[in-house]
């Protein structure tokens, strides 16, 4: 779905095409056929600015770019984090999202459901859930798409060309 479809965007003045790494600063923006140039953005919680259901950190879309719209890529075992730091970020493998400002994951409550102009949707925060172990758990897991035809890599993109993309039937 092209609304929840977003571009990695440089804000550390990587060029574009260039590959992202592991605990490299970037930015989330919308693409060009939904609310063009909107940022993924959240804050720390505050009496009256929190997740509707969950009282968490909010999460939401900004026109402005700030450091409250600045994510990185963590490797998901944690074993493995400290060693990848650096790499690049491999396409479709579980990673963690995570806010730079408030160090929080980006997470997707199933459990709590919005009503939106768009129909039910999940809660979408900013919040680091643990397990028993210390690890974070799967709700706190993503896997990022590219659209680097030869899928070899997360890249820097100004614009998003679907022009080969086929819309489901």
Known sequence: ??????I???????PEGSTLHFDQSFALRTTS???KGLYLTSDKPR???RAKKSG??????????????WWKISHFDPQERFESE?????????????????NEGLAVLSEKLLWTDYGREYEVVAHTFLDTHRAEQDVNFWILGTCDPAGVGLLFLRHLQLEHVQQPT
């Open 56 to 69: 968490l950190q909010d999460v939401y879309l900004d026109d402005t770019l700030s450091v409250l719209s």
């Open 1 to 6: 779905c092209i609304r929840t479809a977003f």
């Open 8 to 14: 990695i965007t440089s804000v550390d003045g990587s």
């Open 47 to 49: 009496f009256l600015k």
């Open 33 to 35: 056929g939904f609310a």
């Open 86 to 102: 650096g790499l690049p970020v491999p396409a479709n493998e579980k990673v963690l999202v995570v806010h730079c400002m408030t």
